[in-house]
């Protein structure tokens, strides 16, 4: 049975082309290892890259969004499948639900959200699904830097920072995905 990946990210392009780019890059090399994909829903910035991309190479790609967004948000035309749903927490349990491992790239508080929903999941047992971020161009330095800082606080167990793998390169998140969804 084809595995699920859920890639979390800005709904916009931000201000570096090449996590354009690499959006791009990742949406196919997904698609061509064999991986079905989840997202969002939207057709614009990086979310509309990954499955843009995953469509061009054949891919499965099911996108999620909720009614609220549908008139902000063009969606992306030609997925698999599409759902449409109530608001943004039906969104987040449709996308978990549906995905065996999740992806993070660069995005804004929507990213955000979705990244601490599933870390969380993990903490409290509620899956045990792989979390690969993806810090490009840094991205996602200060916010790593917090989390230890928080950990050294006192108010994450060490245990819970190994929740997710941060790797940068498009290959090596392939790689590990297959190798993680092999079992």
């Not at 469509?55 to 997925?79: D, F, H, M, W, Y």
């Not at 508080?109 to 969380?120: A, I, K, M, P, R």
Request: hydrophobic share 45%; charged share 20%; proline share 2%.
């Amino acid at each position: 049975m084809k595995k699920n990946i859920c890639v979390f990210c800005g709904s916009r392009d931000g201000n570096n082309l090449d996590m354009i780019a690499k959006s791009a890059e990742i949406g196919r090399e997904l698609s061509y290892a064999g991986f079905g994909i989840v997202f969002g829903g939207g057709r614009l910035g990086l979310m509309g890259a990954v499955a843009k991309a995953a469509i061009e190479a054949n891919g499965s790609v099911i996108g999620i969004i909720p009614k609220g967004l549908t008139s902000r948000e063009p969606i992306q035309q030609q997925l698999t499948e599409l759902f449409v749903v109530d608001d943004i927490i039906e969104r987040k349990r449709l996308m978990i639900e549906k995905s065996d491992a999740f992806l993070i790239l660069p995005g804004g508080f929507g990213t955000l959200d979705e990244l601490f929903e599933v870390w969380t999941g993990i903490q409290v047992g509620a899956h045990k699904k792989p979390i690969i971020i993806a810090n490009w161009g840094n991205y996602y330095d200060q916010l790593l830097s917090f989390l230890r800082q928080a950990d050294e606080h006192g108010f994450l167990n060490g245990d819970h920072l190994k929740g997710a793998a941060v790797i940068n390169d498009v290959d090596a998140i392939v790689t590990t995905l297959k190798k993680s969804l092999s079992h």
